[in-house]
């Protein structure tokens, strides 16, 4: 892969990075201990009553979902960019073979190939 590609792979992944980490922060916190985990903060409202608790819970367990899934999207563009440091970067994880350009520039983090990716 030409290093032109690559550098503007990595910039699009130090975005993303970017714009996940800045989203997670808006309503969780990183946690120190363990690397890629977030925890989602209680939206604890003072002096509420029953049907304000039900939508904190609701609220609370809605943006469980919502980090969960950005935990897991930051986590593959985190290791994206690892290996591109390591020189890794676009071989598939299953097969080996190389990852097809078209594809990384859809999606950068990918971690197999197009037809690894329709047999996971």
Request: net charge negative; hydrophobic share 25%; with cysteine.
């Amino acid at each position: 892969m030409d290093k032109k590609l690559i550098e503007e792979l990595k910039k699009k992944l130090e975005l993303e990075k970017k714009s996940l980490q800045k989203e997670l922060e808006s309503f969780a916190t990183e946690d120190p201990k363990l690397k890629h985990n977030w925890d989602t903060k209680y939206p604890n409202r003072e002096d509420g009553d029953k049907d304000e608790e039900a939508d904190e819970v609701q609220e609370y367990d809605n943006k469980l979902s919502l980090e969960y899934s950005m935990e897991l999207k930051l986590k593959d563009v985190s290791n994206a960019l690892e290996k591109i440091e390591k020189g890794g970067y676009g071989i598939c994880e299953n097969c080996g073979k190389k990852i097809d350009e078209k594809r990384l520039l859809a999606c950068p983090e990918a971690k197999t190939c197009l037809r690894c990716g329709k047999n996971s």
